[in-house]
């Protein structure tokens, strides 16, 4: 039997990817030359790891979701995180920025343990995420969806809020941050519309435009170019990279193999919850256990 036409796409976008798009700062050029001579398996230790995972598992009922050993995420670089359906990519994610609760395990981020945080707290201390499903909060504008990711807002306090001089000139500095993320992200024109209103490729620049205004060390972003059109994926395919010219760094959950290929300095690729394979891209792409585990087995003997 014939396979489908987009079985037939990835394989051959795995096979054949060409690699990175080129880092522009000098930042974002020493973080992909720091893998250089890494060794392509799983678990392998990085030079400068921003975040380190140690034996996390989380099972529901017969099911073993996520099920890692050891992972380390280099600091200022763009590892991509891939694997089939059900793989556990978005539930490492859960478990890694609190939003879930490992059954056992320990993680550190920036050399402090962050396990049993609250994902409120694990943002502030610079480790955020984006969600698949947007979380744009529909019956609000642009910018009050913007002004709301603001972090430690002193009129958030009860009694302060009741003295305006006293939360006033953060107020001004959180929108003046907002302005120009929102043109940075385009989205200036919209700054005052209901966020229901933004088309879906709209909202995911807003959740990615509202991430940042916590000046996160570390953005995780959950498949940010699924359901987006071919032209504004393009645009958000700069975001991201800007995002390492800054010196963050990035990991993201993405199935279109093209940009994986095109963006990474790293791969790390799940299989039933663990990490069976991790490598530049170039490499990845040519591991059996890839190609067994993300296009089928019976894809293997074809390739």
Same mark, same amino acid.
């Given at each position: &039997?014939?396979?489908?036409?987009?079985?037939?796409?990835?394989?051959?976008?795995?096979?054949?990817?060409?690699?990175?798009?080129?880092?522009?700062?000098?930042?974002?050029?020493?973080?992909?030359?720091?893998?250089?001579?890494?060794?392509?398996?799983?678990?392998?230790?990085?030079?400068?790891?921003?975040?380190?995972?140690?034996?996390?598992?989380?099972?529901?009922?017969?099911?073993?979701?996520?099920?890692?050993?050891?992972?380390?995420?280099?600091?200022?670089?763009?590892?991509?995180?891939?694997?089939?359906?059900?793989?556990?990519?978005?539930?490492?994610?859960?478990?890694?920025?609190?939003?879930?609760?490992?059954?056992?395990?320990?993680?550190?981020?920036?050399? +402090?343990?962050?396990?049993?945080?609250?994902?409120?707290?694990?943002?502030? $201390?610079?480790?955020?995420?984006?969600?698949?499903?947007?979380?744009?909060?529909?019956?609000?504008?642009?910018?009050?969806?913007?002004?709301?990711?603001?972090?430690?807002?002193?009129?958030?306090?009860?009694?302060?809020?009741?003295?305006?001089?006293?939360? $006033?000139?953060?107020?001004?500095?959180?929108?003046?941050?907002?302005?120009?993320?929102?043109?940075?992200? $385009?989205?200036?024109? &919209?700054?005052?519309?209901?966020?229901?209103?933004?088309?879906?490729?709209?909202?995911?620049?807003?959740?990615?435009?509202?991430?940042?205004? +916590?000046?996160?060390?570390?953005?995780?972003?959950?498949?940010?170019?699924?359901?987006?059109?071919?032209?504004?994926?393009?645009?958000?395919?700069?975001?991201? +990279?800007?995002?390492?010219?800054?010196? &963050?760094?990035?990991?993201?959950?993405?199935?279109?193999?093209?940009?994986? &290929?095109?963006?990474?300095?790293?791969?790390?690729?799940?299989?039933?919850?663990?990490?069976?394979?991790?490598?530049?891209?170039?490499?990845?792409?040519?591991?059996?256990?890839?190609?067994?585990?993300?296009?089928?087995?019976? +894809?293997?003997?074809?390739?």
């Amino acid at each position: &039997m014939a396979d489908e036409p987009e079985v037939v796409a990835q394989r051959e976008a795995l096979v054949e990817g060409e690699g990175t798009l080129a880092p522009t700062s000098d930042v974002a050029v020493a973080a992909h030359h720091a893998l250089d001579g890494v060794e392509p398996r799983p678990g392998v230790a990085k030079p400068d790891p921003i975040l380190v995972v140690d034996g996390l598992r989380r099972r529901f009922g017969g099911l073993v979701a996520v099920d890692v050993e050891h992972l380390e995420i280099s600091r200022g670089a763009i590892t991509a995180l891939i694997g089939p359906n059900g793989a556990g990519k978005s539930t490492l994610f859960n478990l890694l920025t609190g939003f879930d609760t490992p059954d056992h395990g320990t993680w550190t981020f920036d050399g +402090t343990p962050i396990g049993g945080k609250r994902a409120d707290q694990i943002a502030r $201390r610079g480790l955020v995420r984006s969600f698949q499903l947007t979380k744009a909060l529909s019956r609000l504008t642009v910018m009050q969806n913007m002004m709301l990711a603001g972090s430690e807002q002193v009129g958030e306090h009860f009694l302060s809020a009741l003295l305006p001089r006293r939360w $006033r000139h953060q107020e001004q500095e959180l929108e003046r941050q907002a302005d120009e993320l929102l043109v940075r992200f $385009r989205l200036d024109h &919209m700054r005052d519309e209901l966020a229901g209103t933004l088309s879906g490729g709209q909202r995911k620049l807003l959740d990615m435009a509202r991430a940042l205004m +916590t000046d996160p060390k570390l953005v995780c972003l959950d498949e940010p170019m699924a359901g987006v059109n071919p032209a504004l994926t393009q645009s958000l395919l700069g975001h991201v +990279t800007g995002l390492r010219d800054l010196g &963050m760094t990035v990991v993201f959950v993405e199935h279109d193999i093209d940009v994986v &290929m095109t963006i990474s300095d790293w791969v790390v690729v799940l299989g039933e919850g663990c990490v069976i394979a991790e490598g530049r891209p170039q490499s990845v792409a040519r591991d059996p256990r890839v190609i067994e585990a993300y296009l089928g087995s019976d +894809t293997e003997d074809e390739l």
